[in-house]
């Protein structure tokens, strides 16, 4: 009797950046790399099929996902990106915007059969503006409702997820001991929960409030 086929995870991480004059384009990303390898490895015990690919340029990224519509997959499909971004895109190593709907588009039914009927899970750690969230303080128990963090950028395709580090407009903290966002992600796969989501160092003070925003059809169970 054959064994079905594992679940698949694709870990794209990039560190350096450069522009098309060879220049460094923007500050190395101190602890991404060393994060993305501690995810594959939880994600390796928790038997999915991990492919983690570090320094890849906008084209690389595309092919990459490309490559996802060949291969087999089980029941489920995990993305994590960690680089650079703005609202609704995500940088290249060589500086280029990589469009998340693009990369929704590319594993969508209609371009990838093979990835139709599987939940398609994505984790962005990446900027998505320039604005501080510095918190408030609410004392009331009800009110007007605060702006949402949905983008009106993206659109999301059926069985597909996606889990943001910061709301639209916001950026997204990393430190050399990781991000915020991936490390409480991490925790949650060990078993454990993270309720802290401050940053520490030049932006203490500050705030990340991850968004989540779904199209999946049915609940899902990735990592039980």
């Known amino acids: 009797m054959s064994q079905p086929w594992p679940s698949r995870a694709l870990i794209i991480v990039?560190?350096?950046?450069?522009?098309r004059d060879g220049d460094v384009a923007f500050a190395t990303r101190r602890g991404a790399r060393r994060e993305a390898e501690k995810l594959s490895r939880i994600l390796s015990r928790l038997n999915y099929e991990v492919t983690?690919?570090?320094n890849k340029t906008a084209e690389e990224i595309e092919n990459l996902y490309q490559q996802e519509c060949c291969r087999q997959h089980?029941?489920?499909?995990?993305?994590i990106i960690s680089s650079h971004g703005e609202e609704g895109v995500v940088l290249g190593c060589d500086s280029e915007p990589v469009k998340l709907t693009r990369i929704f588009q590319i594993l969508s039914s209609e371009k990838c059969p093979a990835l139709s009927k599987i939940p398609k899970i994505f984790f962005i750690q990446a900027c998505r503006g320039q604005e501080l969230d510095r918190g408030a303080v609410?004392?009331?128990?009800?009110?007007?409702p605060e702006p949402d963090g949905f983008s009106t950028y993206l659109s999301i395709p059926p069985q597909t997820a996606a889990m943001f580090a910061c709301s639209s407009g916001y950026v997204a903290f990393l430190s050399i001991s990781g991000s915020l966002f991936l490390q409480a992600v991490m925790k949650v796969l060990e078993?454990?929960?993270?309720f802290r989501f401050q940053a520490?160092?030049?932006?203490?003070g500050c705030k990340e409030m991850p968004?989540?925003?779904?199209?999946?059809?049915?609940?899902?169970?990735?990592?039980s």
């Open 14 to 19: 990039n560190t350096n950046f450069y522009s």
């Open 52 to 54: 983690l690919m570090l």
């Open 74 to 79: 089980g029941d489920y499909f995990v993305s």
């Open 138 to 144: 609410v004392e009331c128990d009800s009110g007007k």
């Open 191 to 194: 078993g454990e929960v993270a």
């Open 200 to 204: 520490r160092g030049a932006y203490e």
């Open 211 to 223: 968004c989540f925003v779904t199209n999946l059809q049915q609940e899902v169970f990735p990592f």
